[in-house]
């Protein structure tokens, strides 16, 4: 039996229609209720839905054999899991954004909002620049607009929520995706039937 975390949402539903169509199938998952796990004994798969920012910790701790969650989660919590394919859904970016008449004083410490400190940290610390990292968990467009903070550093996917907070792109840091993970120990004890799903699933990503 193959485990599969899934991230809640419309990602995740993206994501299973791939694994579907990868010869993974388990339609009941698309059924609208409240259940989180469905099993399809006659494929030998499991999916669970779970919190996205949730799915690398079952994968680490091997409560599931693979997973789907974003390249920002990887980044930001470095699981000790193998990342094994870029799904190339759930497209955004990870930028610094503030408001448009900002000025980065260089010689004052810069206040960061942010729900991703290690990044914004990396980020900074590369440029040698001083900051004081405000750790939110989300909402973070607020922070700047009522001078909580100087900047955000923040996901940007189409750019509405800056916008209608009268926030503006700063910088780039990294473009980010959905990637396919793994359990370091089931890539090796369940190796065929992985390679079997990542070399199908790169088939349907090519199609
Ligand atoms: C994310 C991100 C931005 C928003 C960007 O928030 O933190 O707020 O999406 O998307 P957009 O560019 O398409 O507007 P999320 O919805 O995950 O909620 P959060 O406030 O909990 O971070």
Same mark, same amino acid.
């Given at each position: /039996?193959?485990?599969? *975390?899934?991230?809640?949402?419309?990602?995740?539903?993206? *994501?299973?229609?791939?694994?579907?169509?990868?010869?993974?199938?388990?339609?009941?998952?698309?059924?609208?209720?409240?259940?989180?796990?469905?099993?399809?004994?006659?494929?030998?798969?499991?999916?669970?839905? *779970?919190?996205?920012?949730?799915?690398?910790?079952? %994968?680490?701790?091997?409560?599931? @054999? #693979?997973?789907?969650?974003?390249? &920002?989660?990887?980044?930001?919590?470095?699981?000790? %899991?193998?990342?094994?394919? &870029?799904?190339? /859904?759930?497209?955004?970016? /990870?930028? %610094?954004?503030?408001?448009?008449?900002?000025? &980065?004083?260089?010689?004052?410490?810069?206040?960061?909002?942010?729900?991703?400190?290690?990044?914004?940290? @990396?980020?900074?610390?590369?440029?040698?620049? @001083?900051? &004081?990292?405000?750790?939110?968990?989300?909402?973070?467009? #607020?922070?700047? +607009?009522?001078?909580?903070?100087?900047?955000? +550093? !923040?996901?940007?996917?189409?750019?509405?929520?800056?916008?209608?907070?009268?926030?503006?792109?700063?910088? !780039?840091?990294? @473009?980010?995706?959905?990637? +396919?993970?793994?359990?370091?120990?089931?890539?090796?004890?369940?190796?065929?039937? #992985?390679?079997?799903?990542?070399?199908?699933?790169?088939?349907?990503?090519?199609?």
């Amino acid at each position: /039996m193959l485990n599969i *975390a899934l991230p809640k949402g419309r990602l995740g539903e993206k *994501a299973y229609r791939l694994f579907e169509n990868a010869g993974f199938p388990c339609p009941e998952i698309l059924e609208n209720n409240r259940k989180l796990i469905f099993e399809n004994e006659e494929n030998a798969v499991c999916y669970f839905w *779970a919190k996205p920012s949730d799915v690398a910790i079952y %994968v680490e701790r091997g409560a599931a @054999d #693979i997973g789907v969650t974003g390249k &920002d989660i990887l980044l930001e919590y470095e699981p000790d %899991v193998y990342e094994l394919l &870029d799904l190339k /859904m759930g497209k955004c970016k /990870m930028a %610094v954004a503030a408001k448009a008449d900002f000025r &980065d004083k260089p010689t004052k410490t810069l206040r960061v909002a942010t729900k991703f400190s290690h990044i914004a940290g @990396d980020y900074y610390a590369a440029k040698g620049r @001083d900051i &004081d990292i405000i750790h939110l968990n989300g909402s973070i467009e #607020i922070a700047p +607009v009522i001078d909580l903070s100087d900047v955000i +550093v !923040d996901i940007v996917e189409t750019g509405t929520t800056l916008k209608e907070n009268n926030l503006v792109v700063f910088e !780039d840091i990294v @473009d980010i995706s959905a990637r +396919v993970i793994a359990n370091k120990s089931s890539f090796k004890f369940k190796n065929r039937q #992985i390679e079997k799903l990542i070399s199908q699933l790169s088939k349907q990503l090519e199609e």
